[in-house]
């Protein structure tokens, strides 16, 4: 069964194959390669070393589970109060448990090693992460576990001290963070950078690339649907758009108010607009990394970004020079980066001349990249935690 859904699967991520002779072959080769990789995982089953329970207590917690790892949950219903899954990955066997049941004392803790994922954006919310944090403390104090790692949603402006003393650097027990936006103490030894992804609090759903999501014409030559926050840059692009004219080639639908809730109708009409146009326009909000980067990579609309750094105590870290979008950028995004919105108008006039087989190819490149990043992720936090938890072979 496994085998026959890693080939659907790439029937399905490579609709556009079969009149393209040298990506048949290249198509082929990956075929093969993947078929070696079961067999391989298959007779390394056996050998499953480390047993992780992931306990998905932020919304990130999905974003990593359904579209890192493309795991599965049951029920599939979202408003369900308890929802699991588990996989097999390296050597290792994941489950994940959310949902407003997953409670402190309330649940089987199963295998020796947690992964909690918590949300550390404001106070209130900071409260609830500590309490679960000294919920495994206490676990690892009976020796019920043996190993925490934590995958937390960062404050927007960097303000993470309060998990410091938690970790094992700093005489705590959590051995591994993986934080969120461009945290300065991220150190690539046990600090590392984690994805914001897309808002799977809004039920953002796992997209899958269809032909006519590459082929087609859209009509639209960018989009922006967001808040704009008053003498905030978003004022000076709604300007720059409407002074040109773009404003009537582009999808534009500005609020003055930011709405946590979408109602059914604003959602289908922020996934269409990501669906029908070319480009989707990311200026900074509280923080320069918004869900909206990685939506449009799933729909295939290529990112502008506001390069800027917002206020804060984000910034370059010991490992990585390029702050803002560290992550994405030392991944290689094929994203537009700019420095102003003054830059825009010479964009999009480039982009009315843009042939349709150009941006065919630029959605393709969009997808592949954002495709391999989410695999690339999700290899580095199996080899870490495997590093990590696994006693390593002294002989």
């Excluded at 049941?101 to 803790?109: A, D, E, H, K």
């Amino acid at each position: 069964g496994f085998t026959d859904h890693v080939a659907l699967g790439n029937e399905e991520w490579n609709p556009w194959d079969a009149d393209e002779k040298n990506e048949l072959a290249a198509y082929q080769q990956r075929y093969e390669a993947n078929l070696k990789m079961i067999k391989y995982a298959r007779s390394h089953l056996e050998q499953t070393s480390l047993r992780v329970q992931i306990w998905g207590k932020a919304a990130i917690g999905l974003y990593l589970w359904q579209h890192i790892f493309e795991g599965h949950l049951e029920p599939a219903d979202m408003t369900s109060q308890w929802r699991e899954g588990s996989q097999k990955a390296g050597k290792t066997y994941f489950s994940f448990l959310t949902g407003p049941s997953v409670v402190p004392g309330y649940f089987s803790v199963e295998g020796e090693h947690v992964v909690l994922v918590l949300n550390g954006r404001e106070p209130a919310k900071i409260v609830y992460a500590t309490q679960w944090l000294h919920y495994a403390r206490t676990l690892m104090e009976t020796r019920k576990i043996q190993h925490v790692a934590v995958v937390l949603l960062g404050n927007e402006q960097c303000n993470n001290t309060w998990i410091q003393p938690y970790l094992k650097r700093n005489g705590g027990f959590v051995n591994l963070l993986f934080v969120t936006y461009d945290c300065a103490f991220v150190n690539e030894e046990d600090i590392f950078q984690w994805p914001l992804g897309v808002a799977t609090y809004r039920s953002f759903p796992v997209v899958e690339p269809s032909w006519s999501m590459l082929h087609d014409p859209r009509s639209y030559l960018c989009n922006f649907l967001g808040t704009v926050y008053k003498n905030s840059s978003r004022e000076t692009l709604i300007k720059i758009l409407k002074q040109d004219g773009f404003d009537k080639l582009c999808w534009i639908a500005a609020r003055e108010q930011w709405q946590p809730q979408e109602t059914n109708e604003s959602f289908k009409n922020y996934q269409d607009a990501l669906l029908q146009s070319d480009l989707t326009l990311c200026p900074v909000g509280i923080n320069t990394e918004c869900y909206r980067i990685y939506e449009a990579c799933s729909y295939g609309s290529l990112p502008v970004i506001e390069d800027v750094m917002t206020p804060g105590d984000c910034g370059n870290s010991s490992m990585y020079h390029s702050a803002p979008l560290q992550l994405l950028k030392t991944m290689g995004a094929p994203f537009i980066f700019i420095k102003n919105w003054k830059e825009l108008p010479a964009i999009l006039e480039k982009e009315k001349k843009i042939s349709l087989q150009e941006k065919i190819q630029r959605r393709k490149r969009l997808l592949e990249w954002y495709r391999n990043f989410k695999a690339w992720m999700r290899q580095k936090f199996i080899n870490t935690l495997e590093n990590s938890f696994l006693p390593s072979d002294k002989g």
